[in-house]
């Protein structure tokens, strides 16, 4: 995406600064779905009578499984490593897409790591990465409630859907979400022009 000529858009930014913030949040994810197939969401209990697992007891018929997070608290689902961790990222897209300019991967990429590059080339529309930031929130945001209301692998799949488009964008450029923004504003959908105020 260029620098756009339209007078009603907002001014640009660095293209580099979305996608340094992207690394950053692929590394975030990739550890969220270390921890949560390692942990409560994708965790099976087998066939043991009156089996104690944190605190939760079980009692199955010879030979059955379940899932862990059926039977676990609302508590222990929130304090699940892979849980909290997807939530602090989740709060990390809130920001991004509130105030992108404060967001902390955009600060630390404004005051340490552009200083030491060259000016960019062109300017980025900054609605379409800010609309990615929204997808991205929306996606974990219904991986953290499923999570919540004790579906299994909800957690691992959102995680891993939010860490397939940051990862494109970090590693090739391709934001999915500013994607989608491109054609939804096609669509008339986003991004039209209010008129002139009277």
């Known amino acids: 995406m260029s620098e756009t000529t339209d007078a009603s858009a907002p001014r640009g930014i660095d293209p580099r600064g979305p996608r340094f913030a992207a690394g950053i949040t692929s590394v975030l994810l990739l550890i969220v779905l270390f921890l949560g197939l390692t942990g409560l969401s994708t965790a099976q209990v087998g066939a043991v009578p009156f089996a104690w697992f944190g605190g939760v007891d079980f009692a199955f018929v010879a030979g059955q ?13 929130i304090l699940d490593p892979a849980f909290l961790l997807l939530l602090v990222t989740a ?23 552009a200083p030491r590059l060259a000016p960019p080339k062109e300017l980025e529309d900054p609605r379409p990465p800010r609309f990615a930031q929204g997808v991205g929130l929306f996606v974990v945001s219904i991986g953290l409630l499923l999570d919540l209301a004790g579906v299994p692998w909800a957690l691992v799949i959102a995680a891993a859907a939010a860490f397939v488009a940051a990862f494109l964008n970090a590693a090739f450029g391709l934001c999915l979400g500013c994607q989608l923004y491109l054609l939804l504003q096609r669509a008339g959908i986003v991004g039209r022009r209010r008129p002139a105020a009277a």
């Open 91 to 113: 709060l990390l897209f809130l920001w991004g897409t509130l105030s992108p300019r404060t967001a902390p991967w955009a600060v630390l990429y404004r005051k340490a790591v």
């Open 65 to 77: 499984t379940a899932w862990l997070i059926t039977f676990a608290t609302p508590l222990q689902r």
